[in-house]
């Protein structure tokens, strides 16, 4: 699986947020610029991480970011959703749960068990490894 700039890019702003967002909103021009990345197009993240309830704005003086929820309830996989859509890295109508199979191979092919194991690996791998952990690790780094 390949993901792409938004959600490179989104992961290290939203990650630079949780660390420094604890106390006041933190504004995109802060980030933008410790991360190397382009306002314009950090802004169209901060929308997407916005709309999808991962984070909040905060208007007037000192106003800018903040988590909506705890760190510690946002996993890796929430943030890449929002950023990316669905992570699978194969489209396989085989595998796909509640939807009516169009492969003339469906009941027959067994490579949809391969496809079926990355697609929940991931999905585990990602969902598994909260904001706050790399947070934690952030701090650790800094202070080495």
Sequence with gaps: MKLSTKGR?????????????????????????????????????MAKLKKAGLVESVRGCGGGYRLARAADEISVGDVLRAL???????????????????CSGADTCVSKIVWKRINDSINETVDGIFIGELVRESETANQS
């Design 9 to 45: 890019y989104g992961l290290r702003a939203f990650i630079d947020l949780a660390v420094r967002g604890k106390e006041e909103p933190v504004s995109l021009t802060s980030i933008a610029a410790r991360q190397e990345i382009s306002l314009n197009y950090l802004e169209q993240l």
């Design 84 to 102: 990316e859509g669905d992570l699978k890295p194969v489209e396989c109508a085989a595998i796909d749960s509640g939807r009516e199979s169009h």
